[in-house]
């Protein structure tokens, strides 16, 4: 019986594909793997964006108390080293009371928008250590207020 030369296996094609499936797996993992690094490193970069946003929605807020409060802004009641040695619970309280009578003065306000800021950062989940400092500089008649906030990313290992 012939057998038809064209279904006839040669011998050196036998366990070729074999070869060719386990070098397309391998690239096939490696491009995984490299996918994956990509995706965990887009998570790092989402919860540091995040970090900057609530950094800025917190600077804001003081801008606006600062604004708001403009007798204090004047007399530079806002200036809130990161030296300074306040307890910003203490403030809040005793700032509280004068709130709550009618005649608040601007200074105590300024103190009671200060340690309400300072306690958000302190207290801020996605702003971890997270601390603040508010600097002054007055130009003539104006005064320009420098509003920092700080906090502690996480570290990477490399």
């Not at 005649?103 to 958000?120: E, F, K, M």
């Amino acid at each position: 019986m012939k057998i038809n030369p064209r279904f006839r296996a040669h011998r050196f094609d036998q366990g070729f594909t074999l070869l060719e499936v386990l070098v397309t797996l391998v690239i096939s993992a490696i491009a995984l793997l490299g996918v994956a690094s990509l995706q965990a490193q887009a998570l790092r970069m989402n919860k540091g964006g995040e970090s900057r946003a609530q950094a800025l929605a917190l600077a804001n807020e003081m801008a606006e108390r600062i604004e708001a409060n403009n007798a204090g802004a004047v007399a530079q009641a806002y200036l809130s080293p990161l030296s300074q040695s306040t307890n910003t619970l203490a403030s809040i309280n005793s700032a509280t009371t004068c709130l709550n009578q009618a005649g608040c003065n601007p200074t105590s306000l300024a103190a009671y928008d200060v340690g309400i800021w300072r306690n958000q950062l302190a207290t801020n989940a996605i702003l971890p250590n997270g601390q603040g400092v508010l600097g002054v500089v007055p130009v003539g008649s104006l005064y320009t207020y420098t509003i920092t906030v700080c906090w502690q990313e996480r570290a990477e290992k490399n």
